[in-house]
């Protein structure tokens, strides 16, 4: 009896290591624990769930962690928030519905926006994601200004636009001013 129990003992130490693996790169598991850790806004942590050189697509791309960074830095400074439903595991993938919000969309008038989030999930990091929003959410973000759409590039506000022509006309002023003196200077000299 003390030989069966001592052997089922040493069975569940063996088998242990590998349940606690299994459970570290189940695919829904790590997508689970970094959206967690975006959502609370500790940026290290959420990015230790990501490959080295993940691919995130989104707003636009983003390749590698140092460039994520950035991105997931600009979300919790913006009071970015995500829930996911309806996730689906095939494999290495997982695909969810997905509502993001943050205070950029709160100003623009848009609670949230809606979508699907299909992430590449292998030996327990999250290799790539891509957040395609649904048809109904990109209805409900404003137009973009039409003289970016036509020109590729924004124009200055009134404001701008009298602030840099007054400092090219004090940088004329000054550049006259100073010829002025050199021009007097060599005059005075050659007299």
């Known amino acids: 009896m003390k030989t069966v129990m001592f052997g089922m003992v040493v069975l569940a130490i063996l088998m242990l290591p590998g349940a606690l693996y299994a459970q570290e790169t189940d695919p829904l598991t790590i997508v689970n624990s970094w959206l967690e850790a975006l959502n609370a806004g500790d940026v290290d942590a959420a990015l230790s769930y990501l490959a080295d050189d993940a691919q995130i697509t989104s707003d636009r791309a983003y390749t590698g962690k140092e460039e994520i960074r950035g991105w997931y830095e600009d979300l919790v400074g913006a009071n970015g928030t995500s829930t996911l439903s309806d996730c689906q595991v095939d494999g290495e993938t997982v695909t969810c519905s997905s509502v993001y919000t943050d205070d950029g969309l709160q100003a623009m008038g848009v609670d949230f926006l809606e979508g699907a989030l299909v992430l590449v999930v292998r030996d327990g990091e999250i290799q790539s994601y891509t957040f395609t929003p649904s ?48 021009l007097r200077r060599l005059s005075g000299a050659s007299r």
Do not use: D, F, N, R
């Open 135 to 182: 048809p109904e959410s990109l209805a409900k973000l404003p137009p973009p200004p039409a003289t970016l759409a036509e020109t590729g590039g924004g124009s200055l506000s009134p404001y701008h636009l009298v602030m840099a022509l007054g400092g090219l006309i004090v940088a004329g002023g000054l550049l006259i001013t100073t010829l002025g003196l050199g």
